[in-house]
């Protein structure tokens, strides 16, 4: 009995609570809204914080007031983990507050809510390219920041997702079979990064996309297309001359070798 009378107490005051929560919504009386705006900050009651600040950031733009205001917005939308919107805020804040003592940390965590927006690899990487922006763009705003080694490390693990997501992209025409494209797709992953930990398989597979294609053609683009692939082994082999795809490549030249009468040439 005991036990049931604390639940139903404790039911009455989250009632009146949630009551009184709804009065202060519609009240007009602003200093209180921002008086129960900046406890339930303090409180980590980021929803209702959140409800009010939209309300009362428009009634004091233009006092002492609204760079605090507008930092606890921030900091707030962050708090529940709304980083998309806790970015759009504190890029508003940066350029709306450019001497203030937050510029500095509006502008970090305008990248690192990209940052954390950032999804793993195979995904869209829109946001890993905005944080890389940010981070680029804060280096160069503070360049004695003591977040710098932070920033770096950061940029380093956006471009490791970068190099990643090129490599799945490329990896998977090879897997689908469509080696023409995989060919084209494993060669500008190259390019771009070309000092890639991927760089030793995503050059074999360039070779054996090659062959695979060659070997699939019509009789009379094989010959072309074999050459194509015989200029890639002497690449790969050149910069890899003890890979650990020893046997395919030996494999792979000695059927070009036939094709192409490489040892009757030689001779």
């Known amino acids: 009995m005991g036990n049931r009378l604390y639940i139903l107490l404790i039911f009455a005051a989250l009632l009146s609570s949630c009551g009184e929560y709804e009065k202060l919504l519609k009240s007009t009386d602003f200093e209180l809204k921002k008086e129960m705006a900046l406890q339930y900050y303090e409180e980590e009651r980021f929803t209702r914080t959140s409800e009010l600040m939209g309300q009362i950031l428009p009634r004091y733009r233009a006092t002492e007031e609204s760079e605090n ?26 350029e709306s507050f450019p001497y203030s003592e937050h ?7 305008t990248a690192y809510c990209d940052y954390m927006l950032s999804p793993r690899p195979e995904l869209d990487q829109s946001y890993t390219l905005s944080a890389i922006e940010a981070f680029t763009y804060f280096k160069k705003r503070y360049p004695t920041s003591d977040k710098l080694d932070e920033v770096d490390q950061l940029i380093k693990q956006m471009e490791e997702k970068l190099v990643e997501k090129s490599y799945i992209s490329a990896r998977l025409y090879y897997d689908t079979k469509k080696y023409k ?9 190259l390019k771009e990064y070309p000092e890639t930990k991927y760089r030793e398989e995503m050059t074999f597979l360039k070779l054996e996309s090659s062959y695979l294609y060659a070997s699939l053609s019509v009789a009379d ?6 050459q194509d692939t015989l200029n890639e082994y002497y690449s790969f082999v050149e910069e890899f001359p003890e890979t650990k795809y020893q046997k395919d490549v030996e494999k792979i030249y000695n059927t070009i070798s036939k094709y192409l009468n490489l040892d009757e040439t030689q001779e």
């Not at 507008?70 to 709304?82: E, K, L, Q, V």
């Not at 683009?221 to 074999?226: D, G, H, T, V």
Request: aromatic fraction near 16%; glycine fraction near 6%; charge should be neutral.
């Open 69 to 94: 205001l507008n930092w606890i917005n921030c900091n707030t939308y962050y708090g529940m983990r709304d980083y998309m919107m806790a970015g759009a805020a504190f890029r508003n804040f940066a």
């Open 103 to 109: 510029a500095e940390e509006a502008t970090f965590m």
């Open 181 to 189: 494209s995989a060919i084209v797709a494993l060669g500008n992953s």
């Open 221 to 226: 683009k094989q010959q072309e297309r074999f």
